[in-house]
């Protein structure tokens, strides 16, 4: 077994299967991005041999997880076997201690290589949050709700430039019917995570796309130092008639539920106002879908330009676009971009 630091972790792990050993619930709240839980203990047993060490002495809580152990070592192998058929592993625990190097030694045993990671999660989360410290060239598009942001961004992605899906990451849309369609969000640890992730994918000499988002995506926070940088950055801001973009939020929202509409609708109705969220619903529930959104995109440009006009420093370009194909809007910001590069 070899044990190696992060940075050589994070280059050989990218090619191999990555092992998290811990418990369930550490999992859950945050692993490195696209890993495995094999956990050495469950839940209640780590919590079992964390007591003994504190209460009894470190002898006794050795012991009794070596018992854990012995008892499941033929599962721990058959899981093994189930979710890296590579010959090569990576694998690590919280600190790089006790659980991924018992484990460890028991994958060898199979034959495997294995690549330790020193540190541990926690290692790895220095790492991570680190990251965010760096100096991106980043373009952000801006535009009022429905502007078609998010389309063209994707577009953007599709060609040789570097675009960075937040949204995507966050399983959220980034208003209040964000989550409407979308898997169940991450744990900002883990939106942190795989956030890193795709950064480290990157060339930070080259810039990256990205959209412009508040602080919070849904209940995820985007980390401080990235934020800042967000924000320090020029605006392109798109430019697109009310109607097309009414049009073009009923064409994304319209098959939901009225029931997934209306519930939306009342997680903002302190800030709509009374006659405003009543009249919304109302034109939900006789499918007046033009109607309705007219009145929510009110809100929407108000907070939206408020916004803008408190960010200090902050320099936002205006581009029109009179085409809705996101890939012919794509083509134009980038050569806007290109044209006005000492503005942005």
């Known amino acids: 077994m070899k044990t190696i630091n992060?940075?050589?972790?994070?280059?050989?792990?990218?090619?191999?299967?990555?092992?998290?050993?811990?418990?369930?619930?550490?999992?859950?709240?945050?692993?490195?991005?696209?890993?495995?839980?094999?956990?050495?203990?469950?839940?209640?047993?780590?919590?079992?041999?964390?007591?003994?060490?504190?209460?009894?002495?470190?002898?006794?809580?050795i012991a009794k997880a070596?018992?854990?152990?012995?008892?499941?070592?033929?599962h721990y192998l058959d899981e093994l076997q189930k979710l890296a058929l590579n010959q090569e592993i990576c694998i690590y625990c919280w600190r790089g201690g006790f659980r991924s190097e018992g484990m460890g030694q028991l994958f060898q045993t199979t034959g495997k290589k294995v690549y330790r990671l020193e540190g541990g999660y926690k290692a790895f989360r220095n790492f991570v949050l680190d990251s965010f410290e760096t100096k991106y060239k980043l373009i952000v598009?801006?535009?009022?709700?429905?502007?078609?942001?998010?389309?063209?961004?994707?577009?953007?992605?599709?060609?040789?430039?570097?675009?960075?899906?937040?949204?995507?990451?966050?399983n959220h849309?980034?208003?209040?019917?964000?989550?409407?369609?979308?898997?169940?969000?991450?744990?900002?640890?883990?939106?942190?995570?795989?956030?890193?992730?795709?950064?480290?994918?990157?060339?930070?000499e080259k810039n990256i796309w990205l959209e412009d988002e508040s602080r919070m995506i849904?209940?995820?926070k985007i980390p401080d130092a990235l934020f800042d940088q967000i924000r320090s950055s020029s605006v392109i801001?798109?430019?697109?008639?009310?109607e097309n973009r009414i049009n073009?939020?009923?064409?994304?929202?319209?098959?939901?539920s009225k029931i997934d509409l209306i519930n939306s609708i009342n997680n903002i109705s302190r800030r709509l106002g009374g006659l405003n969220t009543q009249q919304a619903i109302e034109a939900i529930e006789h499918e007046n879908y033009y109607k309705a959104t007219d009145i929510i995109l009110d809100y929407y440009d108000k907070t939206?330009?408020?916004?803008?006009?408190?960010?200090?420093?902050?320099?936002?370009?205006?581009?029109?676009?009179?085409?809705?194909?996101?890939?012919?809007?794509?083509?134009?910001?980038?050569?806007?971009?290109?044209?006005?590069?000492?503005?942005?």
């Open 66 to 74: 070596l018992e854990y152990i012995a008892e499941k070592t033929d």
């Open 173 to 204: 849309k980034g208003s209040a019917f964000g989550a409407l369609g979308q898997d169940d969000q991450p744990t900002t640890q883990q939106f942190e995570n795989d956030l890193a992730a795709e950064l480290t994918k990157f060339d930070v």
């Open 248 to 256: 073009r939020l009923i064409k994304d929202y319209a098959n939901f």
């Open 141 to 170: 598009i801006g535009g009022m709700t429905g502007s078609g942001k998010t389309e063209i961004l994707e577009e953007i992605g599709k060609t040789s430039e570097q675009m960075l899906d937040l949204e995507g990451l966050a």
């Open 304 to 344: 939206y330009t408020y916004g803008l006009e408190k960010r200090e420093g902050q320099t936002v370009i205006p581009l029109k676009l009179e085409n809705n194909d996101a890939k012919i809007n794509a083509r134009k910001v980038i050569e806007f971009v290109k044209r006005n590069i000492k503005l942005i």
């Open 218 to 220: 849904g209940r995820v």
């Open 6 to 61: 992060i940075q050589k972790f994070i280059k050989v792990s990218k090619d191999l299967p990555v092992i998290d050993v811990r418990t369930p619930t550490e999992f859950s709240d945050g692993h490195i991005t696209n890993a495995m839980n094999i956990p050495i203990f469950s839940n209640e047993e780590r919590a079992i041999v964390g007591t003994k060490y504190k209460q009894e002495s470190r002898d006794t809580a």
């Open 237 to 242: 801001k798109i430019e697109v008639s009310k």
